[in-house]
């Protein structure tokens, strides 16, 4: 039986994220105050650690989505990837060196790169097309109310715990554990093992046509610029925002995000998911000048309320966009392919928007996020016009 259009496994796989988010961001708020704060370590090395850790789990997400398609399966591979991060979580909670947090973020987005694409093709292949944008939505729903909850967390035992990070490190195990038991126990397959002279997924991107890889240039130029939440974490501190009450502001800011996302995966169905796509580039060129400019608390609290409304109308949304253009038997290699690529701009991103910080200004890493965002809606303008002329 599905309700409003979803299979078990979007639920489910809603519940899973819901939980490991609680367990993720109830650390990754802290990782940035971590190392600046108690372990030294400057921006750049913040970057560094941040560019590598994301574009790991990129450069998995094409050899997991392709692996998932080629031997059938969805489920387990997000055992194991929702397990690895789990198991990492000790690692930061014991860290002395800034060596131990590079381990434990390397690990921890390994666990990413193995689950990410195996999963979006397990949603779409539960969903039927005229739901693919609420289903999506749903999702990204309830992974962030996990981020509203994992924050809460975290502000509530670092006063009960008297600022201790360590000790919120450890408590993030939990949700974790729980997340990787209702994959086990309630999570169905979806994927059948292909038949024996059928075609082979291969790691190629001739099955995609170029509506597919035009998308991902335009989503790849974006990701130069969108450099990792740790600088908007920083920029908060920086502008006035105490240590403690950091966790309140990503909060805030993942409330925003969960409340936004279903709203905007139904307006997505009903009034074009492209629509949506191009609002979010144009609104993320304006709140990351935002950042540049910020001067006070009160701008900052504004602008990660506007930064939670973007991430409601795109980070959903372009999955949606993507499973309505690729081939059903190839979806989780282009997961994986869309994924890793736009990944993979993300290391150049953090290592460049951390240099900027400490070589030019603080300012220069967001204009460069406003000007990328800025040439994604030009081009994706271009794309709609294409798409357009192309379906007459």
Same mark, same amino acid.
């Given at each position: 039986?599905?309700?409003?259009?979803?299979?078990?496994?979007?639920?489910?796989?809603?519940?899973?994220?819901?939980?490991?988010?609680?367990?993720?961001?109830?650390?990754?708020?802290?990782?940035?105050?971590?190392?600046?704060?108690?372990?030294?370590?400057?921006?750049?090395?913040?970057?560094?650690?941040?560019?590598?850790?994301?574009?790991?789990?990129? =450069?998995?997400?094409?050899?997991?989505?392709?692996?998932?398609?080629?031997?059938?399966?969805?489920?387990?591979?997000?055992?194991?990837?929702?397990?690895?991060?789990?198991?990492?979580?000790?690692?930061?909670?014991?860290?002395?060196?800034?060596?131990?947090?590079?381990?434990?973020?390397?690990?921890?987005?390994?666990?990413?790169?193995?689950?990410?694409?195996?999963?979006?093709?397990?949603?779409?292949?539960?969903?039927?097309?005229?739901?693919?944008?609420?289903?999506?939505?749903?999702?990204?729903? #309830?992974?962030? #109310?996990?981020?509203?909850?994992?924050?809460?967390?975290?502000?509530?035992?670092?006063?009960?715990?008297?600022?201790?990070?360590?000790?919120?490190?450890?408590?993030?195990? =939990?949700?974790?554990?729980?997340?990787?038991?209702?994959?086990?126990?309630?999570?169905?397959?979806?994927?059948?093992?292909?038949?024996?002279?059928?075609?082979?997924?291969?790691?190629?991107?001739?099955?995609?046509?170029?509506?597919?890889?035009?998308?991902?240039?335009?989503?790849?130029?974006?990701?130069?610029?969108?450099?990792?939440?740790?600088?908007?974490?920083?920029?908060?501190?920086?502008?006035?925002?105490?240590?403690? #009450?950091?966790?309140?502001?990503?909060?805030?800011?993942?409330?925003?995000?969960?409340?936004?996302?279903?709203?905007?995966?139904?307006?997505?169905?009903?009034?074009?998911?492209?629509?949506?796509?191009?609002?979010?580039?144009?609104?993320?060129?304006?709140?990351?000048?935002?950042?540049?400019?910020?001067?006070?608390?009160?701008? =900052?609290?504004?602008?990660?309320?506007?930064?939670?409304?973007?991430?409601?109308?795109?980070?959903?949304?372009?999955?949606?966009?993507?499973?309505?253009?690729?081939?059903?038997?190839?979806?989780?290699?282009?997961?994986?392919?869309?994924?890793?690529?736009?990944?993979?701009?993300?290391?150049?991103?953090?290592?460049?928007?951390?240099?900027?910080?400490?070589?030019?200004?603080?300012?220069?890493?967001?204009?460069?996020?406003?000007?990328?965002?800025?040439?994604?809606?030009?081009?994706?303008?271009?794309?709609?016009?294409?798409?357009?002329?192309?379906?007459?």
């Amino acid at each position: 039986m599905k309700l409003f259009g979803f299979g078990r496994n979007v639920y489910v796989s809603g519940f899973v994220s819901f939980f490991m988010d609680i367990s993720s961001e109830m650390i990754y708020p802290l990782v940035p105050l971590f190392l600046a704060n108690s372990l030294g370590v400057s921006k750049s090395a913040i970057g560094l650690i941040e560019g590598i850790a994301e574009s790991t789990a990129s =450069i998995l997400k094409v050899f997991s989505g392709y692996l998932s398609d080629r031997i059938g399966n969805r489920k387990w591979l997000m055992v194991a990837g929702y397990g690895l991060s789990t198991l990492t979580r000790p690692i930061v909670a014991l860290a002395t060196t800034w060596h131990h947090v590079f381990a434990f973020r390397f690990f921890d987005r390994f666990g990413k790169g193995i689950r990410a694409a195996p999963r979006d093709a397990l949603i779409a292949e539960s969903t039927e097309k005229e739901f693919l944008g609420r289903a999506f939505s749903f999702h990204r729903s #309830m992974d962030t #109310m996990g981020a509203v909850i994992g924050p809460a967390l975290a502000f509530l035992l670092l006063g009960i715990f008297s600022n201790d990070y360590r000790k919120v490190f450890w408590f993030s195990i =939990i949700p974790g554990a729980i997340a990787v038991l209702l994959i086990i126990f309630f999570i169905r397959e979806t994927k059948k093992p292909t038949a024996e002279h059928s075609e082979k997924p291969k790691l190629t991107l001739k099955h995609f046509d170029w509506r597919f890889k035009f998308f991902v240039l335009i989503a790849t130029i974006f990701a130069i610029g969108n450099s990792s939440d740790v600088f908007l974490i920083l920029r908060a501190e920086q502008k006035g925002i105490p240590a403690i #009450m950091i966790p309140v502001v990503y909060l805030f800011f993942n409330l925003v995000y969960s409340i936004s996302a279903i709203p905007a995966g139904i307006a997505a169905d009903r009034f074009g998911k492209k629509r949506v796509i191009l609002t979010g580039f144009v609104l993320f060129a304006i709140l990351y000048y935002g950042f540049a400019v910020a001067s006070d608390a009160t701008a =900052i609290w504004i602008l990660f309320g506007l930064y939670g409304l973007f991430m409601g109308l795109t980070e959903g949304i372009q999955k949606a966009f993507l499973a309505s253009i690729i081939p059903q038997e190839f979806k989780a290699t282009a997961f994986g392919v869309y994924n890793t690529i736009v990944g993979i701009a993300m290391f150049p991103a953090s290592l460049i928007g951390g240099w900027l910080w400490d070589h030019v200004s603080p300012s220069a890493t967001f204009y460069l996020g406003a000007i990328t965002a800025s040439l994604s809606a030009g081009l994706f303008i271009v794309f709609i016009a294409m798409v357009s002329r192309a379906e007459r």
